[in-house]
């Protein structure tokens, strides 16, 4: 009983014990540029996502260029993240 409650709020501990189930989604991500017209170029990629936990599984997959920015405006931690792990998830 106390082990389903946890679950219940904490999905991840389920997906610890059991194994995550596979999604695959198509997002938008951002990603940056070092061309001399643009700064970042967003991308429509395939990614795998757990069903239970929405943890990404695997690096995304670009599919196609959607946009190009030649300025871009974003909060001090979404800039870390993207310089991180090279790639932002918009949604």
Not at 45 to 66: F, G, N, S, V
């Amino acid at each position: 009983m106390f082990r389903f409650i946890k679950e219940f709020f904490n999905k991840g501990l389920k997906c610890e014990r059991l194994g995550h189930i596979p999604e695959t989604k198509i997002v938008k991500i951002r990603k940056e540029d070092n061309g001399l017209n643009c700064l970042m170029k967003d991308y429509e990629a395939e990614i795998d996502y757990c069903e239970r936990c929405y943890k990404p599984l695997t690096e995304p997959k670009i599919i196609k260029q959607i946009d190009w920015y030649n300025s871009v405006s974003m909060p001090n931690s979404r800039w870390q993240e993207l310089r991180e792990k090279g790639y932002l998830i918009i949604h």
